[in-house]
């Protein structure tokens, strides 16, 4: 057994952030009301050093709505695993999960912070700081497990407030001490030690920017992200990894260009929702950054399992070719790229990435016939073109060299389209492989097989934007973005189920993703320095599940 097991301590800050917690709040939700002000509290007592902090809050209602999600055999599942997590991390301690820990919690911050000693300069240090509405009950937990259980625990003091060193019989230790109505925990005693000197006044977590945001918020998240200096928590974990090849200082310099990151997930009456905020460099934008238009996505059928859009490729490969002129070992990955086209006469820069100046967009279609129709599904692209001559005479370059290595090359009409397809040098087979053509007078389509290329040459009769679970989702997410995903997860686990390899596919996976109805996301760039990601999982529940069942 592992120290953890042995600790009970470590039981009240392992139950919060294990999956044993998360199998219990599907039920119950956690009692009582810590709320984020309580978390920010947290972020007082944790030195400002910390290089990242995960946070649960206790938000009773949005807890309460996860229980509403799922069968009953996911239930079941979730109920084995709070079984299990009673029985490994409770054994030998004397102590009740649901009588004396979970009742004392409001929500916990666990923070990651550098080394403190030499002891521990091989990996970051961790420290847990709990909130309780009881807790001298907590403490008391302490003398329970004592008594109850194998653990032994001394005492001393540290600038008058008293620290706890928790062992078990086989070894190990963890440090404990109460602060400002709160427990820490940590698996080393100098950050315990840390954190009495910041509750009597040293730079805490709290005094950074973005803490409160992070910390505290004005959403229901239920666990928040805060993680103060990317660059710096890179830097650290680098160093903390003598096998991992040092970055040259030119790409250090640039992921410092990465200030801040907060990230929140929500438990809602609908699904999940995970929104992340950055704040950025300001040149690490493209200048003349836009919102996307969002017009592809009419032209996709509404059976299309997954979609994903964006803006500007053009713009987006000359700002990675500036960037990569501070860093040489990405300056000669582009040459490289760029030498390798040469060899089948394309120039990267003019003749493919010039005219990418508009949306472009991918979709992932159901294909029941010919050679693609064995896969399953076959792929479509959508994108705008700034220059139609520049984007013709690529692939007429493309269309020789594919011509010349004995790829079937043919120009066909499908009703009014013209397309140009590739089929495979298979005698007296004419079914397209690839096929392409205009949808007007600067936009384009690629698509595999037969059937997707002449559904993808007029519009269709119904579009994606009509699939009932496509407008759920996206409803839930911002309409501003430069470019978003969406994943029919109902429509492609069907798929993946009368596929040949429906074997290899998990029953409890499968289980699981049986509630999940969809998911979708959307990225901003609004303001130049804070670049904000949104995804949303729409989960169902068990009356659709077994309405669906019948």
Excluded: C
């Excluded at 250090?252 to 200030?259: T, V």
């Amino acid at each position: 057994m592992s120290f953890i097991r042995k600790s009970a301590i470590a039981l009240v800050g392992a139950t919060a952030i294990a999956g044993g917690a998360g199998a219990y709040v599907y039920f119950n939700g956690l009692p009582g009301g810590g709320g984020g002000e309580g978390l920010y509290g947290s972020a007082e007592i944790i030195p400002d050093d910390a290089m990242a902090a995960v946070a649960l809050t206790n938000n009773a209602e949005a807890w309460k709505n996860l229980g509403n999600f799922g069968s009953a055999a996911t239930q079941a599942q979730a109920d084995e695993t709070l079984q299990d997590f009673k029985q490994s991390f409770l054994d030998d301690t004397g102590l009740s999960l649901d009588d004396d820990i979970l009742p004392l919690l409001d929500g916990v911050v666990v923070a990651l912070l550098p080394p403190t000693s030499v002891e521990s300069a091989d990996a970051p240090e961790m420290l847990a700081v709990i909130s309780t509405n009881n807790p001298l009950k907590a403490l008391q937990l302490l003398t329970k497990a004592r008594d109850g259980g194998e653990v032994q625990i001394e005492t001393s003091e540290h600038q008058g407030v008293t620290l706890s060193e928790i062992t078990p019989p086989e070894g190990g230790k963890l440090y404990s001490a109460v602060l400002k109505q709160r427990l820490v925990i940590a698996p080393t005693r100098r950050p315990v030690e840390m954190a009495i000197e910041t509750s009597r006044g040293d730079d805490s977590l709290a005094d950074l920017p973005q803490a409160a945001q992070a910390l505290k918020g004005s959403d229901d998240s239920v666990v928040r992200l805060y993680i103060p200096d990317y660059g710096d928590l890179l830097t650290n974990v680098i160093a903390l990894s003598p096998d991992a090849p040092p970055l040259p200082p030119e790409t250090l310099e640039q992921l410092g260009k990465i200030d801040s990151i907060v990230a929140g997930l929500s438990i809602e009456a609908e699904g999940l929702r995970l929104k992340a905020t950055s704040e950025l460099d300001p040149s690490l934008r493209p200048a003349d950054y836009k919102a996307g238009q969002g017009d592809a996505v009419d032209r996709f059928p509404a059976n299309t399992v997954a979609f994903f859009n964006g803006q500007g490729i053009s713009q987006s490969w000359d700002k990675m070719l500036e960037q990569s002129e501070a860093i040489p070992e990405s300056a000669q990955v582009f040459e490289l790229m760029r030498n390798a086209s040469q060899q089948i006469d394309v120039d990267l820069d003019e003749d493919v990435f010039s005219w990418m100046t508009g949306e472009f967009a991918f979709g992932i279609v159901p294909v029941e016939e010919g050679l693609v129709g064995q896969l399953g599904m076959g792929a479509v692209f959508v994108m705008d073109s700034g220059d139609r001559p520049a984007t013709e005479a690529l692939f007429t370059k493309l269309d020789k060299l594919a011509a010349g290595n004995q790829v079937k090359v043919d120009e066909k009409s499908v009703g009014k389209q013209s397309i140009t397809a590739w089929g495979a040098p298979i005698p007296g087979n004419d079914e397209t492989v690839v096929g392409r053509g205009w949808l007007d007078e600067d936009s384009m389509f690629l698509a595999t097989g037969d059937s997707l290329v002449a559904n993808m040459s007029e519009p269709p009769a119904e579009n994606l934007p009509s699939n009932p679970v496509f407008q759920n989702i996206m409803a839930e997410l911002p309409k501003n973005g430069m470019g978003y995903g969406f994943v029919n997860v109902e429509q492609a686990l069907a798929l993946a189920l009368n596929s040949p390899m429906r074997s290899q596919v998990d029953p409890q996976v499968t289980e699981l993703l049986r509630m999940v109805e969809g998911v979708g996301m959307t990225s901003s760039w609004e303001k130049a320095e804070t670049s904000e990601v949104e995804f949303f999982v729409s989960l169902k529940s068990e009356e659709e599940l077994e309405a669906a069942a019948k």
